[in-house]
């Protein structure tokens, strides 16, 4: 991670949200800032983040976080919440979104969810948001828009209404409504306000300045080509738009260390001054090319100015990579974590792959310790495995947990993961033999369904199961608490590392759905299609 100094006056470290956190979106009530990333297949959904300097940000909750808001159910990878904008009105916060079920091969529009705002005028409170309400316009990358008048304005990124028949393959373009807030119903039809010469606009977002209307949006697709476009119409959200003189925007390229960045967000501080999110990637930079990056699309900040009335981002140079002060670059060393599961509740960051079903653990606040009551689904499952994740955000980093785990079945299994989607992971756990006596051991599944077996000497000893998560690897390695008294300097010669997996092979495409999200490291537990009725004891879980 790099550190910089900008004209703004002002240090800072991007990428500001670490970890997957595609579409940022922000808004600022008077010193406080928020800003929401997509969630996809995983719940809770739309996590908010809040900062007062916009550079340190924390995680304060989510918008959907009940099944009466959102029901993910086996949605394909890099499906469900998608691109979610944040505004402020009257004192009261919107979030839009919608939630995809299918999108591959072809964004079949037939199929493009209606999207909706759920509300609440206490962000700091995740119950009060309310259930959702829908649009009529089918699309994505939904936006709001207050206009002076009190007009509220949906944008929609859908394919170009009456397409000719030599149009674009894509043609996702930007269409624009006005509707009845309390409905969510259109109350205009749906014009077409901006398409875009490589067939894909999409990400808009509307602002007023002064007497300009800005129309913001990201052009190109998500990866190699993606940009960030601006026009400003003097008449009103509907347009006729003036395209900018210095369109992309934004536009790093695949030789930058950040790369693939647009779907820019903007807003004014506190002290006058515009900024500007995006989402980017990090390839790692190895002698032979950059590989790719593990944390899929995260979310960055650069200053915004104004020339003649047209924004400029960044000194129109890439993000985070040509200042002027190169000697403010330093290398982040990686942030501790840890959770002894000592709460009444999980810490705010824990994800669950879809929405679960019924609860299938217990905090145990007396012992501390999480246990986990595995369903019948095993990780490879569309359906809900009994699974928690975390995001990583740094590396070099080790993921660890202790588990105590006594499998009274052949069939169950609980464990540690690294995880891209149901198609590519990499797990170490515990199983047992199929004889009567169930002896323990350690299994090792790797991305292509083979998998290593070790023998655990003691049956009933805790377990540390480690994830060494490197630049261009992830290690995985076990060691067993046979005696309580085992010193922390011994850890190295004790542990038995059983496998590596490269980052390549982590960060594949999946066969179906799209690589939108990043690598989370998780805690899981099964019983290969029946309940697996031994609890798995975590004693905690750690980045260090
Ligand atoms: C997002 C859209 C996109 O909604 O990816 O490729 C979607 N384009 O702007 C998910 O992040």
């Given at each position: 991670?790099?550190?910089?100094?900008?004209?703004?006056?002002h240090?800072?470290q991007?990428p500001?949200?670490?970890?997957?956190?595609p579409?940022?979106s922000?808004?600022r009530v008077?010193?406080?800032?928020?800003c929401?990333?997509?969630s996809?297949?995983?719940?809770?959904?739309?996590?908010?983040?809040?900062?007062?300097?916009?550079?340190r940000?924390r995680?304060?909750?989510?918008?959907l976080?009940?099944?009466?808001q959102?029901?993910?159910k086996?949605v394909?990878?890099?499906?469900?919440?998608?691109?979610?904008?944040?505004?402020?009105h009257?004192?009261?916060?919107?979030i839009?979104?919608?939630c995809?079920?299918?999108?591959r091969?072809?964004?079949d529009d037939?199929v493009?969810?209606?999207?909706f705002?759920v509300?609440t005028?206490?962000?700091?409170?995740?119950s009060?948001?309310?259930d959702?309400i829908?649009?009529?316009?089918?699309g994505?990358?939904?936006?709001?828009f207050?206009?002076?008048?009190?007009?509220v304005?949906?944008?929609?990124?859908?394919?170009k209404?009456?397409?000719?028949?030599n149009?674009?393959l894509?043609?996702?373009?930007?269409?624009?409504?006005?509707?009845?807030?309390?409905?969510?119903?259109?109350?205009?039809?749906?014009l077409?306000?901006?398409?875009?010469?490589?067939?894909?606009?999409?990400?808009?977002?509307?602002f007023?300045?002064?007497?300009?209307y800005?129309l913001f949006?990201?052009?190109?697709g998500t990866?190699a080509?993606?940009?960030?476009?601006?026009?400003r119409?003097s008449?009103?959200p509907f347009?006729?738009?003036?395209?900018?003189p210095r369109?992309?925007?934004?536009?790093?390229?695949?030789?930058?260390?950040?790369?693939?960045?647009?779907?820019?967000d903007?807003?004014?501080?506190?002290?006058?001054?515009?900024?500007?999110?995006?989402l980017?990637?990090?390839?790692?930079?190895?002698?032979a090319?950059?590989?790719?990056?593990v944390f899929?699309?995260e979310?960055?900040l650069?200053?915004?100015?104004?020339?003649?009335?047209?924004?400029?981002?960044?000194?129109n140079?890439p993000?985070a990579?040509?200042?002027?002060?190169?000697?403010?670059?330093?290398?982040?060393l990686p942030s501790k974590w840890?959770?002894?599961?000592?709460?009444?509740?999980?810490?705010l960051?824990?994800?669950?792959?879809?929405?679960?079903i019924?609860?299938?653990?217990?905090?145990?606040?007396?012992?501390?310790?999480?246990?986990?009551?595995g369903?019948?689904?095993?990780?490879?499952?569309r359906?809900?495995?009994?699974?928690?994740l975390?995001?990583?955000?740094?590396?070099?980093?080790?993921w660890?947990?202790q588990?105590?785990?006594?499998?009274?079945?052949?069939?169950y299994?609980?464990?540690?993961?690294?995880?891209?989607n149901?198609?590519?992971y990499c797990?170490?756990?515990?199983r047992?033999?199929?004889?009567?006596?169930?002896?323990?051991?350690i299994?090792?599944?790797?991305?292509?369904?083979?998998t290593?077996?070790?023998?655990?000497?003691?049956?009933?000893?805790?377990?540390?199961l480690?994830?060494?998560?490197q630049?261009?690897?992830y290690?995985?390695?076990?060691?067993?608490?046979?005696?309580?008294i085992?010193?922390?300097?011994?850890?190295d010669e004790s542990?038995?590392?059983?496998?590596?997996?490269?980052?390549?092979t982590?960060?594949?495409?999946p066969?179906?759905?799209?690589p939108?999200?990043?690598?989370?490291l998780?805690?899981?537990?099964f019983?290969?299609?029946?309940?697996?009725?031994?609890?798995a004891?975590?004693?905690?879980?750690?980045f260090?």
């Open positions: 991670m790099t550190r910089i100094n900008l004209s703004h006056n240090a800072f991007n500001i949200l670490p970890g997957f956190n579409d940022p922000i808004v008077g010193s406080d800032y928020f929401v990333t997509s996809f297949e995983y719940t809770p959904g739309a996590p908010i983040y809040h900062s007062t300097d916009l550079v940000w995680l304060i909750g989510h918008a976080t009940r099944p009466s959102l029901v993910i086996t394909e990878p890099g499906g469900g919440v998608w691109a979610t904008t944040i505004r402020h009257d004192g009261v916060f919107y839009t979104t919608c995809f079920d299918r999108y091969p072809q964004l037939r493009f969810p209606r999207g705002y509300r005028s206490n962000i700091w409170d995740s009060s948001w309310s959702p829908y649009f009529d316009l089918p994505f990358d939904q936006d709001l207050w206009d002076d008048d009190g007009t304005y949906l944008s929609v990124t859908r394919r209404v009456d397409r000719c028949s149009s674009k894509k043609d996702l373009a930007i269409h624009v409504s006005t509707i009845d807030l309390e409905s969510g119903s259109s109350t205009s039809p749906a077409l306000i901006r398409e875009s010469p490589t067939g894909i606009s999409e990400g808009s977002h509307h007023k300045r002064g007497n300009y800005y949006t990201a052009e190109g990866e080509e993606h940009c960030e476009w601006v026009m119409s008449t009103g347009g006729p738009y003036e395209v900018g369109n992309p925007l934004l536009r790093n390229t695949t030789m930058d260390e950040i790369q693939s960045t647009g779907h820019c903007l807003l004014e501080d506190n002290q006058g001054r515009w900024w500007a999110v995006c980017g990637v990090r390839p790692v930079q190895t002698k090319g950059f590989k790719p990056s899929g699309r979310s960055f650069m200053p915004v100015t104004w020339e003649d009335d047209w924004p400029v981002l960044n000194g140079r993000v990579l040509e200042f002027e002060d190169k000697d403010l670059y330093r290398l982040e840890l959770d002894k599961f000592d709460n009444n509740e999980m810490q960051g824990w994800y669950r792959k879809n929405t679960p019924k609860c299938d653990y217990v905090l145990d606040t007396k012992l501390s310790c999480l246990k986990l009551y369903g019948p689904y095993d990780l490879s499952s359906a809900t495995p009994t699974l928690f975390r995001k990583q955000t740094h590396r070099p980093v080790l660890s947990t588990l105590s785990f006594q499998p009274t079945s052949h069939r299994e609980a464990g540690t993961v690294v995880w891209w149901h198609d590519t797990s170490i756990g515990i047992s033999t199929r004889n009567a006596q169930h002896l323990p051991y299994r090792v599944r790797m991305p292509d369904g083979t290593t077996e070790v023998p655990l000497t003691s049956t009933d000893a805790d377990v540390e480690f994830i060494d998560c630049l261009c690897s290690r995985l390695g076990f060691r067993e608490l046979v005696s309580s085992q010193a922390e300097d011994e850890k542990t038995t590392w059983v496998a590596e997996v490269s980052t390549e982590m960060t594949r495409e066969r179906l759905g799209a939108f999200t990043g690598m989370m998780g805690l899981y537990a019983g290969d299609m029946e309940k697996c009725l031994t609890p004891v975590f004693k905690y879980a750690s260090t």
